[in-house]
């Protein structure tokens, strides 16, 4: 699963408190999260459903096939959440006998006939309506949701939105719509047997066996899935979708898309056959399993999900040329979701608390990607942009990564599980050798195929190929919590000529591990690979001619540690010149944030950044610039200019333009006026912004043309300063993603926060239902992202009550258009109710 990620999520995830959860106890903790005890063991899940729309039910019958796991028994009990129970009974070649059944409490607990023995299978008939609305558990900050099957606009009332239906199962959501063990531990085969009407295509997992039309416009789909797999990973979707056809090998990839965006469908997910490839030979197992298919979900309560062989994706897949020409935002989703067809659905995690041998491979697919098909320098940006979301948040910091403590299961799909798990895996990758670590991983695979596996394998097939006795790693790393916190200090002795230097850790528990250290002599930099003991000092000592010109510790970016460190712009000049690691010329070019147009050599710094081969560091350049700083704009304008007509990536000609608009001169205006035809939204948007930032005058005539409808993030972070100060309501309701979270926006971004309240207030004082709506419906969507905390439902219902006192006064001043305005009344006041 990829975890969608809106405006406010690191900061609901920081808010959010323990969600309290049943325990299971071995006795020797307060808390501790046994792998589920196996008293069954599925064999096979035979479905036949069909939907009733109106009532948003799901018709079912099920066959159980099963057996005791190793214990004789004469119960089975499965988990069946929310549902209506009409049949129970024994299944013998096609002859019912009923049995008896208790359900309660959403167990479903049946006796059986007789008393059955290890590998003594039956087959349990099961007749029953799912009910996802009677489900009574709630999402997370993780997954928003978890009522398991989601019918969207059902009754088609809402226009713009299509009628679909999907299925969402992780974590222990399947049980929503077929009674089952719900458990991640138990794998079985499949087929369901689908009837929709006949408008409609559906998607399941496996293969499409046989399509048979029904006398009433309806038609049956018969899905096959004949190799093993957790029931977690059982999905239906229906609707509307085009299909498209790739393939890789013999293999079928489809790509099912909304009509609308069937045009961009090979734009969107058109390398995904090349990610199969690449990764089947990197992994040294070729993907295992008989189709891939992809399909996206609107409302969808999370990012993405690994569903097998038929992936789901939230409806941000879904980009048009004007976001694909700049960055397909979506692609390491793709190869992440992609990756847990080895990692999550072939072996699979047996147990929530070890919820890393499924979610930090997956994360670390995305380096993996990035580094063969963009290179290296875009693998560690993309990481150090992850571990830094991890870094940067301390209350992740007492996490192990390998969890039994959890409150809810769903806690543990966070940043520790995910961007730091990636990040160990990175080193572990540095430590052991390309070949020894794929090997490794190629042995965990081969081992575990379709079963269940947990840390301590992988570390074993790690150590079996290796030869490392990695117990110290995985100790530190797995089963323990932290990073190093790092600083130094250097002495040089001129007659030894000797640099000595301390490397300080001040984390409770010190860490070992190997460390780049560069020391710069005469200008030029010798790289030392040291080992840093578990200690809370450790002294290392090299040669050097005189008093280095430079330290950089952790040269090579491979440590996932948060260092302090101060350098001179001088230093970071000699460093981002000399360094060939990005992380090292990243952070460079970062240290002279404070010191840009106050320093000569940040300025040369700048200069340098903007000819360097990587475009996230022209970006970064461009961002700390200021052109309206003479001596800067002397130097840099000229090269800026350039970027900003002729660079190859459209986000640096974006971010160029940006940079000009800063000098407020006219003669830039042909480039911000061509700008605004460019198919790339970021050129776009940076130029319209350019030209108002001249001009003011004509925000509204050119800001009224830009499509903000389904805009990014991003997108609307830029514009939104530009539609808020000049008032263009034709912009308002696109405004809601980001003004809906300014309370929480304020954290991250003091400037943009202050203008998205101003947006906020805006909307509350004007008479724009859309608008209001677009802002109830969005908190409404969010709250199981926010989690539990009183303090975030305080800070929700207040802002609502705000903006509730606000429509008040503007009815009692505008009567006539009482309507419209009760209508939003009615819309905020149902929000307040929500986060009661």
Do not use: C
């Not at 399941?204 to 006398?215: A, F, H, T």
């Not at 407020?664 to 911000?672: E, P």
């Amino acid at each position: 699963m990829r975890k969608a990620i809106l405006s406010i999520a690191i900061l609901g995830v920081l808010f959010s408190a323990n969600v309290s959860a049943q325990t299971e106890t071995s006795g020797r903790n307060e808390v501790y999260r046994a792998t589920h005890t196996k008293l069954t063991e599925l064999k096979h899940t035979k479905l036949k459903v069909n939907f009733d729309y109106q009532k948003e039910q799901m018709n079912g019958e099920e066959w159980l096939t099963a057996s005791p796991y190793f214990y004789a028994t004469n119960e089975l009990t499965l988990d069946a959440k929310g549902m209506l129970i009409h049949e129970v009974a024994l299944d013998q070649n096609g002859k019912k006998s009923p049995l008896k059944y208790d359900y309660k409490n959403d167990i479903l607990k049946i006796t059986l006939d007789k008393t059955y023995t290890r590998n003594q299978d039956y087959t349990v008939y099961i007749k029953y309506t799912s009910r996802p609305n009677e489900v009574k558990q709630e999402g997370s900050a993780a997954i928003n949701d978890a009522k398991g099957l989601y019918f969207i606009n059902a009754q088609g009332q809402d226009p713009d939105k299509p009628t679909q239906i999907w299925t969402q199962g992780e974590t222990e959501s399947s049980s929503a719509w077929f009674p089952t063990i719900d458990k991640p531990n138990q794998k079985t085969t499949q087929e369901i047997f689908m009837t929709v009407p006949d408008k409609y295509v559906t998607l399941s997992n496996g293969i499409l066996k046989e399509s048979k039309k029904e006398s009433n416009g309806e038609r049956t789909d018969h899905w096959v899935m004949d190799k093993r797999h957790s029931t977690y990973l059982f999905f239906m979707g229906v609707g509307e979708y085009a299909v498209v056809k790739d393939k890789w090998k013999n293999i079928p990839v489809d790509y099912y898309i909304e009509k609308e965006y069937e045009p961009y469908a090979k734009q969107i997910y058109g390398n995904t056959p090349e990610m199969i490839d690449f990764f089947s030979k990197k992994l040294g197992y070729d993907y295992p399993w008989a189709k891939y298919a992809q399909i996206s979900g609107r409302d969808y309560v999370s990012g993405a999900m690994e569903n097998t062989t038929a992936t789901l994706h939230g409806s941000d897949i879904l980009q048009k040329p004007g976001q694909l020409i700049d960055e397909n935002k979506w692609e390491d989703t793709i190869a992440h979701e992609l990756f847990h067809h080895w990692f999550g659905d072939l072996v699979t995690a047996e147990s929530w608390s070890n919820l890393t041998v499924n979610e930090s491979f997956a994360n670390y697919s995305e380096y993996l990607w990035n580094e063969y098909k963009y290179g290296k320098d875009q693998a560690d940006y993309h990481q150090m942009e992850d571990v830094g979301h991890y870094i940067h948040n301390p209350g992740d910091f007492k996490k192990n990564l390998v969890r039994f403590d959890y409150s809810s299961r769903e806690d543990v799909f966070d940043l520790v599980t995910y961007q730091k798990g990636g990040g160990i895996l990175h080193m572990l990758r540095n430590y052991l050798g390309d070949d020894a670590f794929f090997a490794g991983i190629t042995d965990y695979l081969k081992t575990n195929e379709y079963k269940n596996a947990e840390a301590h394998q992988l570390r074993l097939s790690f150590e079996k190929v290796s030869g490392k006795d990695l117990n110290w790693f995985f100790n530190q790393w797995y089963f323990g919590s932290g990073n190093p916190k790092l600083s130094y200090t250097t002495s040089f002795e001129p007659v030894k000529k000797q640099i000595t230097v301390t490397l300080n850790q001040s984390q409770d528990l010190p860490f070992e591990f190997p460390l780049a250290i560069d020391v710069y002599d005469n200008g030029k930099p010798k790289r030392y690979n040291v080992w840093a003991n578990a200690a809370a000092k450790n002294t290392f000592t090299f040669d050097s001619s005189k008093n280095p010109d430079l330290i950089n510790i952790n040269a090579d970016g491979i440590l996932l540690a948060d260092i302090t460190d101060s350098k001179t712009p001088e230093q970071n000049l000699l460093q981002f010149t000399n360094s060939k690691e990005f992380k090292s010329k990243y952070n460079a070019l970062n240290g002279i944030k404070d010191q840009v147009g106050k320093n000569p050599a940040a300025t040369k710094l700048l200069s340098a950044a903007l000819k360097d081969s990587f475009f996230r560091i022209r970006i970064k350049a461009l961002e700390l610039m200021d052109l309206s700083i003479p001596e800067q704009a002397k130097t840099l304008a000229g090269d800026v200019e350039k970027l900003a007509v002729n660079d190859p990536k459209t986000l640096v000609q974006g971010a160029a333009i940006a940079a000009l608009a800063k000098t407020k001169d006219k003669k830039y205006v042909a480039i911000f006026e061509k700008g605004l035809n460019a198919v790339s939204n970021s050129v776009k948007v940076n130029s319209l912004a350019a030209i108002i930032s001249v001009d003011p005058s004509k925000a509204n005539t050119f800001a009224d043309k830009i499509d903000l409808q389904d805009a990014s993030e991003e997108m609307l972070n830029q514009l939104l300063p530009v539609v808020v100060k000049n008032k263009v309501t034709s912009q308002m309701a696109n405004l809601a993603p980001v003004v809906a979270f300014y309370p929480f926006v304020k954290f991250q971004d003091p400037e943009l926060g202050k203008v998205a309240e101003e947006g906020y207030n805006w909307i509350m004082t004007s008479d724009n239902l859309k608008a209001t709506e677009s802002i109830t419906k969005i908190l409404g969507q969010a709250k199981g992202q926010m989690g539990d905390n009183p303090q975030v439902k305080m800070m929700i219902t207040q802002m609502l009550k705000e903006g509730l006192n606000k429509k008040m006064e503007l009815l009692k001043q505008n009567p006539q258009k009482a309507a419209s305005i009760n209508s939003q009344i009615d819309a905020i006041n149902k929000a307040i109710e929500n986060f009661k």
